[in-house]
């Protein structure tokens, strides 16, 4: 992350919108180069990877984005978990393209991490040490099938619920990359609730299947919005940056408001017996949530912590020698005089050259 | 090539193949060596998967729906080539797997493309799929000793495999024998730039394994198959 320390850059303005300017930048203190990004923030423009920040926003956004970096990655797991037992062709093109794109969400965020200095392979170390946290809510077991229903319907509609505001993110590149996982989430979100419908409707085992799955996720997804605002430490200077623009409460309230009525539409039922409408707040009030739990699983103590953080190291540590010999042989082609066209190789695929076409139709 | 359309019954082995290295790539993920390839390969799979689908609604009439032909047959039914249902293992016989199979399917597909409507989309996915298959047996045959020699170990295990690729398959009229040249070429080709060696093998005269198109399989696709079959049979008659 060398660039966290880099000298002040000139502010250019927007992505490249506003006019060029001629020769050198003119000589700007701190101060001004400080008052002229409180002064972009304040206006709602965007910042962008070459413009001045503080060091302070730029160490947020790295450790905010890699965070959910992280998550889609460790994210897969507990739903490739039923890639090979998904019971009918239909679901399973559906699930595998699903966790398809949360490697390409996981690419996308990486990405937007890089343009702030940071570097894949860096972030990667620190979340295999365990020096950078994904969501907690991956550290709870899928145990049967519906539970792929009830991460699309809960587990992404809470995530959607958080990450729709971040699409005017004040720094550009993530408020941009989350746009496009805004729109590939919604899809997630209604093939879990989909799934989760058919369930429902189904024989009284299956039925039975997909209430205890939201038996199971429900109280977790509301702690996906983070400690109550009393309580959260990073949340007042996100919301002066822009980083963040609601309350975790906030958020949590809205999520609770949407999924009433689909819980009614579902025939299932929330684990909640406090659930009552509230006309005078205009909102759903709910029952006191186990912040001791979700405290445990945040210090490494949840079902699956050990597990998923394994299952990663053991994937990177098989995988270690296909990155070197990719490497090896990038090197080897560059040290080579150019080969004669007779046995030119053809278009490149794979690991760092070019990305594979991008998210597949499927069943969508 | 024919143009008249084969049988439906004929296409129910390059089906299973489809399917079953479809689950077989499914299983790499979260396992995958580097984020690129947790894409790639999924994308490889859900192709697969999607040829498989269309191959199987041309056999509703004979064999059913397809989920009842995916998950209500035994084993033995089953007449997918034993190259595809090996198991994953490391990733270098992941890509020799793939590099023999869409050798192997591209030309089938270019044969069948007059005859079998799928088979014309189809070839441009395995298009791909065999780019991807030599960019990365090129990279790991070059790269250092071990990938070259992981290559080398994975070429030589799988390729008592092959043979039945190129046994014809009753009812599909296609030149076989240009199909196993073409195949021979690709491979020639793809082992020489990699360094890598062409194995003894059914081409030498040497024993060649296989007899999957008859419904004889080898140990761990009865495995394969109860993990994928466990659920949809647990719940007979249920709609997912």
Redesign the interface.
């Known amino acids: 992350m060398a660039s966290a320390t880099s000298p002040p850059r000139e502010r250019e303005a927007g992505s490249g919108a506003g006019p060029a300017r001629a020769g050198a930048p003119p000589e700007k203190s701190e101060q001004e180069f400080q008052a002229d990004f409180d002064a972009a923030v304040a206006a709602d423009e965007r910042i962008e990877p070459r413009d001045w920040m503080p060091d302070a926003y730029r160490a947020t956004l790295v450790r905010q984005i890699a965070q959910h970096a992280h998550s889609e990655?460790i994210g897969?797991?507990p739903e490739?978990n039923w890639?090979?037992?998904?019971?009918?062709?239909?679901?399973?093109?559906i699930l595998?393209?699903k966790?398809?794109d949360e490697?390409?969400h996981?690419?996308y965020l990486?990405g937007a991490a890089e343009t702030l200095g940071a570097d894949r392979e860096e972030l990667l170390d620190k979340l295999h040490s365990g020096r950078q946290k994904y969501s907690s809510i991956f550290n709870y077991p899928t145990l049967t099938?519906a539970d792929v229903g009830a991460i699309g319907w809960l587990v992404d509609g809470a995530a959607i619920t958080n990450q729709v505001p971040l699409c005017r993110c004040s720094y550009g590149p993530y408020a941009r990359a989350m746009v496009r996982v805004c729109k590939e989430e919604s899809f997630h979100q209604r093939q879990g609730y989909e799934?989760l419908l058919?369930?429902s409707r189904?024989?009284p085992?299956?039925r039975a299947m997909a209430q205890d799955a939201v038996d199971r996720w429900w109280w977790p997804s509301l702690m996906m919005f983070g400690p109550p605002d009393e309580a959260s430490s990073h949340s007042a200077r996100s919301m002066a940056w822009k980083i963040k623009r609601h309350s975790n409460d906030e958020l949590r309230q809205r999520f609770v408001d949407i999924c009433v009525p689909q819980a009614e539409s579902l025939g299932l039922t929330l684990p909640d017996p406090e659930l009552t409408w509230n006309a005078e707040r205009g909102h759903w009030d709910f029952g006191p949530i186990d912040w001791q739990e979700f405290q445990e699983i945040l210090k490494g103590n949840g079902p699956c912590n050990a597990q998923r953080l394994e299952?990663r190291r053991?994937?990177?540590d098989?995988?270690?020698?296909?990155?070197?010999?990719?490497?090896?042989?990038?090197a080897?082609q560059r040290s080579r005089p150019v080969e004669p066209p007779a046995?030119q190789?053809?278009?490149?695929?794979?690991?760092?050259?070019a990305?594979?076409?991008a998210a597949?139709s499927?069943d969508r | 090539m024919t143009a008249t359309a084969p049988p439906a019954l004929a296409l129910l082995p390059p089906a299973d193949d489809a399917l079953v290295l479809s689950h077989r790539l499914g299983e790499w993920a979260g396992h995958a060596p580097v984020l690129e390839e947790e894409v790639a390969l999924a994308n490889i799979a859900l192709d697969l998967l999607g040829q498989a689908r269309a191959l199987y609604a041309e056999l509703r009439d004979e064999l059913g729906s397809e989920d009842e032909i995916a998950y209500l047959r035994e084993e033995r039914a089953f007449r997918n080539c034993q190259l595809v249902e090996q198991p994953n293992e490391d990733f270098a016989h992941t890509i020799v797997r793939q590099l023999y199979f869409s050798a192997y399917q591209l030309p089938l597909h270019h044969r069948l493309a007059s005859c079998v409507p799928v088979a014309a989309k189809a070839a441009q996915e395995t298009a791909y799929h065999l780019d991807h298959a030599e960019q990365w047996t090129l990279r790991l045959g070059d790269g250092t000793e071990e990938s070259h020699a992981r290559m080398q170990r994975a070429a030589d295990a799988l390729w008592r495999y092959t043979g039945e690729l190129f046994e014809p398959i009753e009812g599909l009229d296609i030149d076989w024998h240009g199909l196993r040249a073409e195949w021979s070429g690709t491979l020639t080709d793809v082992f020489g730039r990699a360094g890598l060696t062409v194995p003894d093998g059914p081409g030498t005269g040497a024993w060649s394994a296989g007899a999957g198109r008859q419904g004889l399989h080898t140990e761990p696709f009865g495995r394969m198959l109860a993990e994928m079959q466990h659920l949809h049979r647990s719940h007979p008659g249920a709609s997912w």
């Not at chain 1, 890639?83 to 093109?93: H, M």
């Not at chain 1, 190789?345 to 050259?353: K, N």
């Open positions: 990655i897969m797991q490739a890639i090979t037992r998904a019971p009918s062709l239909r679901r399973k093109a595998m393209a966790v398809q490697a390409g996981g690419l990486y099938w799934l058919a369930l189904g024989t085992a299956q299952q053991r994937a990177h098989d995988g270690a020698w296909v990155r070197e010999a990719a490497a090896a042989h990038a080897k046995h190789e053809r278009q490149p695929a794979g690991a760092h050259t990305a594979p076409r597949r499927g």
